[in-house]
């Protein structure tokens, strides 16, 4: 939906601010359909991603191991 409303929208409101665990995923999407973009991440925000992805899986993992 995201994806939809930016290509919608883009010539009347070409700022999108998306923070967090979509960014990497977003910037696909975007490139893919040949949409300009700029990404800027303040120091040390990817990095609390990463480790906030790890404790999601994490969780997740040992989650399924449980149900097993």
Avoid: A, R
């Avoid at 696909?28 to 990463?50: A, F, H, R």
């Amino acid at each position: 939906y995201l994806l939809k409303s930016i290509e919608k929208n883009l010539k009347k409101n070409p700022v999108v601010i998306v923070g967090g665990l979509h960014t990497e995923d977003l910037s696909n999407k975007l490139t893919s359909k040949k949409i300009n973009y700029e990404l800027n991440v303040p120091l040390g925000y990817q990095e609390q991603d990463t480790i906030l992805l790890g404790k999601i899986f994490s969780v997740l993992d040992s989650y399924s191991k449980k149900k097993q």
